[in-house]
């Protein structure tokens, strides 16, 4: 079984330049997630996906954009990439929102460097 | 104050060891906890969920203390394989169902 399918894991991008990173999960879950995450300050959400069609921000979500295209993929883009931006990005996903004993299960990960 | 908090050590043992974490929550209506473990450059796995009676897994035993509003995960007989980045999870709670990360907190076995 697949699980969840990031990629590019690894990437290298200039200052302004864009790029979208893919996510697809073959779990048939429900919802879907982009986190990021840096030394020393955890995992941080960026954009969410309760279900097909709906997508909310969540605590750092300047500078990104997100589609859910259907229910099992979530892209997450960059339109204009900065410094700021190089990170490691995470998409999860998990059976369903509000069933809260549920695992989330998660993407290799995404290795961005903007330079 | 971040929402989810852990002491990210490292906490540095020798193989055999016992060690164990705590993990502080802010919202006193969370209703779902969890440990998962992060391997170095790796994603992170569910180690185990954390149940109000508290619960076991082999060397693992999770607690949660509701009035204090903190979970804590012991290891027992620490191996070299241990050695990796635990992270406490908290879902649920003021209609939130989003699974919030705590920094995580690394742990090196050492022979």
């Known amino acids: 079984n697949a699980g969840v399918t990031q990629t590019p894991k690894f990437q290298v991008l200039k200052t302004g330049q864009s790029m979208t990173l893919q996510c697809a999960q073959d779990m048939n879950h429900n919802s879907m997630y982009w986190y990021r995450q840096d030394p020393g300050m955890g995992l941080r959400l960026i954009y969410y996906s309760a279900s097909e069609g709906t997508t909310d921000k969540g605590e750092v979500p300047n500078g990104y954009n997100v589609s859910r295209l259907n229910k099992r993929e979530f892209s997450l883009r960059l339109e204009s990439a900065a410094p700021s931006q190089t990170s490691v990005y995470f998409c999860?996903?998990?059976?369903?929102?509000?069933?809260?004993?549920?695992?989330?299960?998660f993407g290799q990960g995404t290795r961005l460097t903007v330079v | 104050r971040k929402e989810v908090e852990q002491d990210p050590g490292p906490f540095n043992v020798p193989e055999g060891a016992t060690v164990a974490f705590n993990c502080t929550y802010s919202n006193s209506a969370s209703q779902s906890f969890f440990w998962y473990r992060q391997d170095c450059r790796k994603e992170p796995k569910l180690l185990m969920s954390?149940?109000?009676s508290g619960n076991e897994d082999g060397r693992f035993t999770a607690q949660l203390n509701r009035a204090s509003q903190y979970i804590s995960l012991l290891i027992r007989d620490s191996k070299l394989s241990d050695s990796a980045t635990y992270l406490c999870?908290?879902?649920?709670?003021?209609?939130?169902?989003?699974?919030?990360f705590g920094r995580g907190t690394s742990l090196i076995v050492h022979p």
């Open positions: 999860a996903s998990i059976n369903g929102i509000t069933r809260l004993n549920t695992e989330a299960f």
């Open positions: 999870v908290v879902r649920g709670g003021g209609g939130s169902y989003i699974p919030t």
């Open positions: 954390v149940y109000s």
